[in-house]
């Protein structure tokens, strides 16, 4: 496997601070440890998910209690419907206002209770991870796709009367929990990765990997600790000279391990629960997301975003985030609007060569293309823009996912 030349990563991160070649080592293997601990991390909290989705889909065969629950999730639809018409800048964001709402009445008060009461208590660190993650990670999909509409906005989702108390909120408040750093969203999402749309310099940026090896995924998991950390991203403005989105990167990180030591300091078994396996569950599950957004490039075109931005199209696509194309091409498009401009940018993908899955969504990508390199199932979602066979599907995927940057 040939490392990823871009400067990040543990060594290259060493020599961005000075530190010499054993310095440089020990990043690298405390990097690889970060990896696998997000891996160690994740597995139970999936567990939890998938398997409480099985109980829900068992008692959603119940008739009486499934009526129940339609009826109360669509009273709950139209309060914060009404809500959204008084608060948000624009009402077709209240998707994104329901998960604010149900965060702030779940998750913040677990916390809270379980920082009162002192000593860890099993029950909270489910119902907190429970109220975090949802079952089948719905909620947590629901928070990034909601986390990443507010990067782009320029003052979040509330209006003008309530921006003050509310600015993103979900960054600057909520993503604490989920052990996302102010200023990786804001900052380092649309004034790094937008710049470079995955390309080389890209702190992100899967070339040199082989996407479809699990070992590969391995190091590029563990390289992505020092982006969910803001290292990264900081030493990406600073080596630029780029000092307003340096200090932004820079008082981000500070608040953020300010809150993760505070908290450690308090209980470090609470911290251990409520802080360090979030950030380790972000690590991994962020790492998966930007591992399969870009997973196709073209060996002849590699920093074609057009080519290596990937579409997933399914019936559960909240805020409409398959969309990934059409929000590289057009970032501050509403994300209601995203569907259409996918019909105008047509032509412009066909040429390009992008690629688009059906009822596949990016979790589904993962496991299909690296956990379990199943290539013919990914070949069955394949939406070609010229006929073609099964194993001209199958070559073209092969040909997407193997490039080595020199």
Known sequence: ????????????????????FRLGFLFRWWAVL??????????????????????????????PLRDAYESLSHAY??????????????????PALRLMVSLSLTAVPILATQLILGKPRLLLVIAFYLSLYGVRFQRFVRMFSASHVEAHRRHGY???????????????????????????????????????????DDTRTNMGYDRTSRLDFLWYLSDNIWTVLGLAPYAYFKARGDEKN????????????????????YDWRIGTMFVLVPLLCMNFINAITAWVQHAFCDPERPEDYFANTVTVVDKVNFLNEGYHLCHHHRASLHWTEMPVHFERLRERMREAGSLVFRDMDFLGLFLELTLFRRMDVLAEKLVPWEPMNREQRLALLAKRTSLRAS
């Open 158 to 200: 509330f209006s003008e009367k309530y921006d003050k108390v509310f600015g993103r909120y979900l960054e600057f408040f909520l993503g604490y929990l989920y052990g996302n750093a102010p200023e990786l969203g804001r900052t380092a999402h649309v004034c790094l990765h937008h710049r470079e749309n995955s390309g080389p």
């Open 1 to 20: 496997m040939e490392i990823n030349s871009q400067e990040t990563g543990a060594a290259s991160m060493a020599m961005s601070f000075g530190t010499d």
């Open 77 to 94: 639809d139209r309060i914060i419907e009404r809500l959204g018409k008084e608060v948000l800048q624009d009402p077709r964001d209240s």
């Open 246 to 265: 340096r200090k932004r990167m820079f008082w981000g990180m500070a608040r953020y391990y300010a809150y993760f030591a505070a908290i450690f300091i």
């Open 34 to 63: 970060m990896g696998v601990a997000s891996t160690v991390a994740a597995l139970p909290i999936v567990a939890l998910s998938f398997g409480c989705y099985v109980a829900a889909m068992s008692l959603g065969k119940v008739r």
